[in-house]
């Protein structure tokens, strides 16, 4: 299983790129990442998910490192919505989702 | 749809009382689970199904059981309640087991006094 590393917290003004950082060093080559996102005391939201090429879809964009140690979650337009707590996750045996303790970005006016 | 709904939204239960906390879907997946958030920690995986009739332990399964005798229904029991039990328990659904997103229901807040 990769072990995540990301900062605990992070500030982004709104209308701005938020890039969060997330460090997956032990990550297996076959091994997807997946970022989500919690929002307030909400369930998480799947965000994206990527093995090694970069992915895009409407939310976000995820650039993954060429030797797949680390990626970058991209928002490209941060809004006061997109406070939360932002999630990378390796994904074991048996699809368990390895939640550590994620980002908390703050967007601020 | 109404997606992964969870029963009921809030609890508080005595020390060994027992209970069932209810989790559906209705999207026909055949992967389910349940998971628990401790304040300020992230989710840790208790149990889940890979279909109808097959159950397996996550990270921390003791204290709860588990059933599947549909594919819409993955109920999670607590035989005899404990303070440590007291947390956010989410269920969460996937099409099937493998690289693909998992949807999550909006949670049950359980305390144990």
């Known amino acids: 299983d990769a072990k995540t590393t990301q900062p605990p917290s992070m500030d982004c003004a709104e209308g701005r790129a938020a890039n969060l950082p997330c460090n997956h060093s032990t990550i297996s080559g076959n091994e997807y990442v997946y970022w989500y996102r919690q929002i307030h005391s909400q369930g998480p939201q799947y965000i994206i998910h990527g093995l090694k090429n970069n992915e895009t879809n409407e939310m976000a964009s995820l650039i993954i490192t060429e030797d797949r140690k680390s990626s970058t979650l991209i928002l490209p337009h941060a809004t006061l919505r997109d406070t939360a707590v932002y999630y990378c996750?390796?994904?074991?045996?048996?699809?368990?989702?390895?939640f550590g303790g994620g980002t908390r970005l703050m967007v601020k006016p | 749809n109404a997606g992964v709904t969870q029963t009921p939204k809030f609890q508080v239960l005595k020390t060994g009382q027992s209970m069932t906390l209810q989790c559906a879907q209705d999207m026909n997946h055949e992967y389910m689970s349940w998971y628990r958030q401790d304040p300020g920690m992230g989710l840790r995986l208790i149990h889940y199904?890979?279909?109808?009739?097959?159950?397996d332990q996550g990270e921390v399964p003791n204290g709860y059981n588990v059933s599947r005798s549909t594919t819409e229904d993955f109920p999670l029991r607590l035989l005899s309640a404990a303070p440590s039990q007291t947390s956010v328990y989410f269920c969460?659904?996937?099409?099937?087991?493998?690289?693909?997103?998992?949807?999550f229901g909006p949670g049950t807040r359980l305390t144990v006094l």
């Open positions: 996750i390796g994904r074991s045996a048996g699809n368990m989702l390895t």
């Open positions: 199904s890979v279909g109808a009739g097959i159950t």
């Open positions: 969460a659904s996937s099409p099937y087991l493998g690289d693909n997103e998992q949807f």
